[in-house]
């Protein structure tokens, strides 16, 4: 029985690039591919694929969220991230998230394959390097001080403070999220008074240090 998968990454071209790969195993079959958070979710309600390859660094929702959302509503599928992004923060908010595994970007397609394998098992797997990322984060939890925007925020509080990061207005934010202005302001003065920040320029650079948009300064 043939892997169906999803693959979730805001460039065109590793998403392609990743179903033409993918496509000339037999036992693989992707059977969509989204730009951003928001369509993945989309997908995998609709299509509940086996897996879903997913970027951590994406648009209007990103790849942590959306696989705490896609879990929460069907905890069959499993998420396997592929992502540039090797800092503890992100690995650690993503296996806390419920991903069933973590690669990097330079990986090798036979690695891609073996991890799609071991998923499909019932096993974790992570790469190397990511190995030693998740054994350190053990090892320093008793003495941890650090607080990511995955533990001090709420869902809401971050999917608000990412389209921030992403630019849109107040008024784009209310209609994308079907929330009132007023709420949305509301949500901007808790997020300033919980991360001790006075202005938005401040704001999107938290958003973009702690992974929640795949925007750059």
Known sequence: MRIRIIIADDHTIVRH????????????????????????????????????????GMPDLNGIDAT??????????????LSMHSGRKFVVA?????????????????????????????????????????VDSYVRQPAESEKSAFSVLSQREREVLQLMAEGNTTKQIALH??????????????????LDIDNVAQLTKYAIQEGLTSAEL
């Open 177 to 194: 999220l079907h929330i009132s202005p007023k709420t949305v302001e509301g949500h901007r003065l808790r997020l300033m008074s919980k």
């Open 94 to 134: 993503m296996l806390k998230a419920g991903a069933s595994g973590y690669l990097l970007k330079d990986c090798a397609l036979e690695e891609l394959t073996t991890a799609l394998q071991t998923i499909m098992s019932g096993k974790i797997y992570l790469s190397p390097a990511i190995t030693d990322i998740v």
């Open 68 to 81: 705490q959302q896609i879990l929460r509503e069907n905890s069959k599928i499993k998420v396997l991230a």
């Open 17 to 56: 690039g990743l179903t033409r790969l993918l496509q000339q195993d037999s036992d693989v079959e992707v059977v969509a591919q989204a730009q951003n958070g928001h369509a993945t979710v989309e997908l995998a309600r609709e299509l509940s694929p086996d897996i879903v390859v997913m970027d951590v």
